[in-house]
């Protein structure tokens, strides 16, 4: 039965890219508006109507047990605090509904960064965090608190200057008392977010949503 669950679920992620996906090349970026006003998909209010594709990886990772989900935007060659123009400049996207996560939802680490991520909670009961990374001597200490939200709403987070260095440390408060960090780092092999149990990474696997 399970199988048959994620069979499902995943069938639902593979036809929501098919529809969803960036028009004729353009790039993923705010839709008009929704720069801090939100929009019928992305607004912060408890009766907006989710995006499918959000809503299918919800399912999918909720399924296999993970409390974050996360895609991996892409990068640019140098540091900056404008998460528009990072938006603005990054090649096709299949995760359309990206574009209208307002911007009081847009995190920057302190100093800006060069990689962008699209994290959310996966129950919509548990709270997502982003702290500032302390000294890299003290790994499992957190600084100052950038975000804090309860209800599951995604995310973006504009961080690590430096790929040998990460900035930014995400914790998931489970209502049922699980505990998940994880740091936003890429892997130097891949390319792509390090996997972490707890976190299941859909830009890892694009086309069937597969979880890590």
């Given at each position: 039965?399970?199988?048959?669950?994620?069979?499902?679920?995943?069938?639902?992620?593979?036809?929501?890219?098919?529809?969803?996906?960036?028009v004729d090349g353009d790039p993923v970026r705010p839709a008009p508006g929704s720069a801090?006003?939100?929009?019928?998909?992305?607004?912060?209010?408890?009766?907006?109507?989710?995006?499918?594709?959000?809503?299918?990886?919800?399912?999918?990772?909720?399924?296999?047990?993970?409390?974050?989900?996360?895609?991996?935007?892409?990068?640019?060659?140098?540091?900056?605090?404008?998460?528009?123009?990072?938006?603005?400049?990054?090649?096709?996207q299949p995760w359309q509904f990206v574009a209208d996560i307002p911007a009081d939802r847009?995190?920057?680490?302190?100093?800006?960064?060069?990689?962008?991520?699209?994290?959310?909670?996966?129950?919509?009961?548990?709270?997502?965090?982003?702290?500032?990374?302390?000294?890299?001597?003290?790994?499992?200490?957190?600084?100052?608190?950038?975000?804090?939200?309860?209800?599951?709403?995604?995310?973006?987070?504009?961080?690590?200057?430096?790929?040998?260095?990460?900035?930014?440390?995400?914790?998931?408060?489970?209502?049922?008392?699980?505990?998940?960090?994880?740091?936003?780092?890429?892997?130097?092999?891949?390319?792509?977010?390090?996997?972490?149990?707890?976190?299941?990474?859909?830009?890892?696997?694009?086309?069937?949503?597969?979880?890590?």
């Open positions: 039965m399970k199988a048959m669950k994620t069979f499902a679920a995943l069938l639902a992620l593979a036809f929501s890219l098919a529809g969803y996906g960036a801090g006003q939100g929009s019928s998909t992305a607004a912060s209010g408890a009766d907006s109507a989710e995006p499918e594709q959000l809503a299918a990886m919800r399912q999918l990772a909720g399924e296999n047990g993970d409390l974050a989900g996360v895609l991996y935007l892409g990068s640019i060659p140098e540091r900056t605090t404008d998460v528009h123009a990072v938006l603005d400049s990054l090649p096709e847009w995190v920057v680490a302190p100093g800006g960064g060069r990689e962008l991520y699209c994290i959310f909670a996966v129950r919509r009961e548990d709270t997502l965090f982003v702290y500032e990374k302390q000294d890299p001597q003290y790994p499992n200490e957190t600084g100052k608190e950038l975000y804090g939200r309860q209800g599951g709403q995604p995310i973006l987070l504009l961080c690590n200057s430096s790929p040998d260095t990460p900035d930014t440390m995400a914790k998931v408060y489970c209502s049922t008392g699980r505990p998940l960090d994880w740091t936003p780092q890429l892997s130097g092999s891949t390319g792509q977010p390090m996997p972490v149990e707890g976190v299941d990474v859909f830009s890892n696997h694009p086309a069937s949503g597969a979880a890590l």
